[in-house]
């Protein structure tokens, strides 16, 4: 079945410690996205990728980075940057076009050590 | 700017009672609109959307929403709900305005009790 997969579904930090989440699709979706999701605040986007090699940032950057260098991976890095990283990380993806709804994985839970 | 609106961030109903859940939206351009269920610990699924034609789209587990341009609203309804549709529900919007962004809402809460 096609889908998104992510992974770990449970990752931990401990203070000044980059970590890298991963996001793999096989739905041969061009466009893909990350979202963090805090309680009550619905999702906020961080990174959006249209093409390979290609991305732009979201509504709250700062403290996270990405690379696209395959159609099918678009991982995130949460550098030590990002003072409050403690949250539930959504990948999706989705075809191009305006009227193409989004796919969604089954997120990563972030904590701090 | 887009900006989506969830008036409601819980709605606790009683199982075989009608619900609606409110979404509305600000665009000053043409939408597409969309509405998810989100399970707990999970990720978003896509419940149903309107693109254009018939204002009223629905699911198939029982949900409808009526697109409604002059209110710029999209309230997802079901006549009976169950146990199983407790969950949280997001109401998205995309427009043509040229952006490859989805603006969600914040969320409502639907908890149906016994």
């Known amino acids: 079945d096609g889908g998104i997969t992510q992974s770990p579904k449970y990752l931990f930090r401990k203070e000044g410690q980059n970590v890298t989440l991963s996001c793999e699709q096989n739905?041969?979706?061009?466009?893909m996205y990350w979202y963090r999701q805090d309680p009550g605040q619905g999702l906020r986007l961080i990174y959006y990728s249209q093409i390979v090699n290609d991305f732009q940032k979201g509504d709250i950057a700062e403290g996270y980075s990405v690379s696209r260098e395959k159609k099918e991976s678009f991982p995130l890095t949460v550098t030590s940057a990002q003072k409050n990283p403690t949250a539930f990380y959504l990948c999706?993806?989705?075809?191009?076009?305006?009227?193409?709804?989004?796919?969604f994985g089954d997120g990563t839970r972030l904590s701090i050590l | 700017a887009q900006s989506v609106t969830q008036l409601d961030s819980q709605v606790p109903v009683f199982e075989e009672a009608p619900v609606e859940l409110r979404c509305n939206y600000s665009?000053?351009?043409?939408?597409?609109l969309f509405w998810y269920v989100q399970y707990p610990n999970q990720g978003l699924q896509l419940l149903l959307k309107?693109?254009?034609?018939?204002?009223l789209v629905e699911s198939i587990n029982g949900f409808e929403a009526e697109f409604n341009k002059s209110q710029t609203s999209f309230h997802l309804r079901k006549p009976s709900v169950h146990i199983s549709d407790t969950a949280e529900y997001f109401c998205a919007v995309r427009d043509t305005s040229g952006t490859y962004k989805y603006i969600f809402g914040t969320g409502t809460r639907l908890k149906v009790l016994a």
């Open positions: 999706a993806s989705s075809q191009q076009g305006f009227n193409q709804p989004q796919h």
């Open positions: 739905l041969n979706h061009d466009a």
């Open positions: 665009s000053s351009v043409s939408v597409y």
């Open positions: 309107y693109l254009s034609g018939s204002t």
